[in-house]
């Protein structure tokens, strides 16, 4: 039998929220051993993550945003951890959670620690791991330069907001993509590295792909002469508009090149480089998702 214990790694900011404190108590009465560990700074999540290893925890819950799931999965399989993750999604995107159908009410989330962990993929982007999608160009600044008050208040939608307010700084960057049986160089203006489908805020850049295949999914939009039209496509139609222009591709590996710099965001954690190879860590961590969830094959 399954030991039902547990540690959730709670971001600071979702202390006080009644509803995850309802969502515990529940978990609690229903058998669970469930203790809770709250976040205060930077590096907290993986300081905590290693302590609960340490102690001999089976199983750890992230509750947070996509940023705080990056941190506690990558800490986990650093770490070569045998734990399970469920994830609490307390987010303002939780593109990753939308993506894989994990409901958004807490003690509804909490539900998937009675179902079986499954192993899933994770993404490598040089010495650093992410759970959903490696984002470049000018999506990521959309994403890193949106502020946390205007999420708190729009939700998803602050990041189209956001968008259209910054067209004025729109411009392309230069990369050369190489990967197996897939080569590209040019002006682009978005970029997604998927293990999940969805960045920014709902915007899938990468709708076909899976948690479990061993593959990562490639977008690329190249820089059109209507830059600004092109953009405005991507922002408010959906997956639809990102096809109408998008490369796409599926692979286990690929290296990018952006000679003058290019900006990652990989949920949530940016990074600059000018060169960096991105790749797939295939089951590198056991994950409860609901049964039938859009990202497992």
Not at 138 to 159: C, H, P, R, V
Not at 178 to 190: I, R
Request: proline share 5%.
């Amino acid at each position: 039998m399954t030991q039902r214990k547990a540690l959730l790694i709670l971001h600071g900011k979702q202390a006080s929220n009644e509803q995850v404190r309802d969502a515990v108590r529940h978990c609690r009465i229903s058998g669970w051993a469930l203790d809770v560990r709250v976040t205060w700074e930077s590096g907290d999540a993986q300081r905590i993550v290693h302590a609960a290893l340490d102690a001999g925890y089976p199983t750890l819950i992230a509750g947070g945003g996509d940023g705080t799931l990056r941190e506690v999965a990558e800490a986990m399989v650093q770490a070569g951890a045998e734990a399970s993750l469920a994830i609490l999604p307390l987010g303002t995107a939780n593109d990753f959670a939308r993506a894989a159908a994990i409901p958004l009410i807490p003690h509804e989330a909490l539900a998937l620690l009675e179902l079986p962990a499954q192993a899933i993929d994770l993404g490598e982007a040089g010495e650093h791991l992410f759970l959903n999608m490696a984002t470049g160009g000018f999506g990521s600044k959309i994403t890193a330069n949106t502020s946390e008050d205007l999420k708190k208040m729009l939700g998803g939608a602050a990041y189209l907001l956001t968008g259209l307010t910054r067209f004025p700084e729109v411009h392309a960057a230069f990369g050369r993509f190489n990967a197996p049986d897939f080569q590209w160089e040019g002006d682009f203006l978005a970029l997604g590295i998927g293990n999940g489908r969805q960045a920014g805020g709902g915007h899938l850049l990468c709708p076909d792909a899976l948690v479990d295949d061993g593959l990562l999914d490639l977008c690329i939009v190249p820089a059109p002469a209507d830059v600004v039209g092109t953009l405005g496509t991507l922002l408010s139609g959906g997956v639809r508009g990102v096809d109408t222009v998008a490369l796409r591709a599926r692979v286990p590996w690929i290296e990018v090149e952006a000679p003058e710099g290019l900006d990652i965001n990989l949920d949530g954690e940016p990074l600059e480089s000018q060169r960096l190879r991105f790749a797939i860590r295939p089951k590198a961590l056991r994950v409860h998702l609901p049964m039938g969830s859009p990202l497992l094959g």
